[in-house]
């Protein structure tokens, strides 16, 4: 059986089992299945995905871009051993090295990072991404030397076509921009810096912002959408 087929009949056995209310006494069993199909992936690293989470349409993208990885990445993230620090930390530093275009030396990447492949990804030293950073590596992703991504930050790299009436604004298409975080400087807390952004060095980002223009260096933003606080500037 391949894994598409097994994939499906998972899926069938799911939809009968909601239908007539037998997942309760038979959540156990199922999820068995489940995790039997999940060893299967890490035994071989072949596993179908969807080119297109809206349309579908199955690829296998285990080996031209590390899906593999990326996947164990996630899966290990949900076990208790993403909680030791110490050590789940240097294991993602050897994972952002594989999966990632570029990572630079002494990057602290903490849980449930997601990304889409990481091959659109380039952070340099001393980076840091804090729980639940969202990075759409759909277009490239480039972050400074020394800044830090607070819990929840979002950087967009993509766009949804408008202007197609043929098709609902979801199914429109979307185009890859590349947003660039300037070194040294700080994305707070939920902050969201859409597509095509540049925001520059040493620039900080207030929390709860969406920032939808380019940020010069030295400056505080905030708000929605994100406007000038200040300037923290250097002396002449």
């Given at each position: 059986?391949?894994?598409?087929?097994?994939?499906?009949?998972?899926?069938?056995?799911?939809?009968?089992?909601?239908a007539d209310d037998s997942l309760p006494s038979s959540g156990d069993a199922f999820m068995s299945k489940v995790s039997s199909m999940?060893?299967?992936?890490?035994?071989?690293?072949?596993?179908?995905?969807?080119?297109?989470?809206?349309?579908?349409?199955?690829?296998?993208?285990?080996?031209?871009?590390?899906?593999?990885?990326?996947?164990?990445?996630?899966?290990?993230?949900?076990?208790?051993?993403?909680?030791?620090?110490?050590?789940?930390?240097?294991?993602?530093?050897?994972?952002?090295?594989?999966?990632?275009?570029?990572?630079?030396?002494?990057?602290?990447?903490?849980?449930?990072?997601?990304?889409?492949?990481?091959?659109?990804?380039?952070?340099?030293?001393?980076?840091?991404?804090?729980?639940?950073?969202?990075?759409?590596?759909?277009?490239?992703?480039?972050?400074?030397?020394?800044?830090?991504?607070?819990?929840?930050?979002?950087?967009?790299?993509?766009?949804?076509?408008?202007?197609?009436?043929?098709?609902?604004?979801?199914?429109?298409?979307?185009?890859?921009?590349?947003?660039?975080?300037?070194?040294?400087?700080?994305?707070?807390?939920?902050?969201?810096?859409?597509?095509?952004?540049?925001?520059?060095?040493?620039?900080?980002?207030?929390?709860?912002?969406?920032?939808?223009?380019?940020?010069?260096?030295?400056?505080?933003?905030?708000?929605?959408?994100?406007?000038?606080?200040?300037?923290?500037?250097?002396?002449?």
């Amino acid at each position: 059986m391949t894994d598409k087929s097994r994939e499906d009949d998972l899926i069938a056995e799911f939809d009968s089992m909601v239908a007539d209310d037998s997942l309760p006494s038979s959540g156990d069993a199922f999820m068995s299945k489940v995790s039997s199909m999940v060893d299967n992936f890490y035994g071989t690293g072949q596993y179908q995905v969807a080119e297109d989470a809206l349309k579908g349409g199955d690829k296998d993208l285990a080996e031209d871009s590390h899906l593999y990885y990326v996947m164990f990445w996630r899966m290990f993230d949900k076990t208790p051993a993403s909680m030791m620090q110490d050590f789940a930390i240097n294991l993602r530093r050897v994972l952002a090295k594989k999966v990632f275009k570029s990572v630079g030396e002494g990057v602290t990447i903490h849980h449930n990072v997601l990304f889409n492949s990481g091959k659109n990804i380039t952070i340099g030293d001393g980076v840091f991404l804090n729980r639940n950073v969202m990075l759409d590596d759909r277009g490239p992703v480039i972050i400074g030397d020394y800044t830090g991504l607070a819990a929840g930050a979002i950087i967009e790299t993509h766009s949804h076509i408008m202007d197609d009436f043929n098709e609902p604004i979801l199914y429109g298409g979307r185009l890859a921009h590349t947003t660039t975080i300037g070194g040294a400087g700080l994305i707070g807390y939920n902050a969201v810096v859409l597509a095509g952004v540049t925001v520059g060095h040493r620039a900080i980002v207030a929390s709860n912002s969406v920032v939808t223009k380019d940020v010069a260096d030295y400056h505080v933003v905030g708000g929605v959408p994100a406007k000038t606080i200040k300037v923290i500037a250097p002396e002449d």
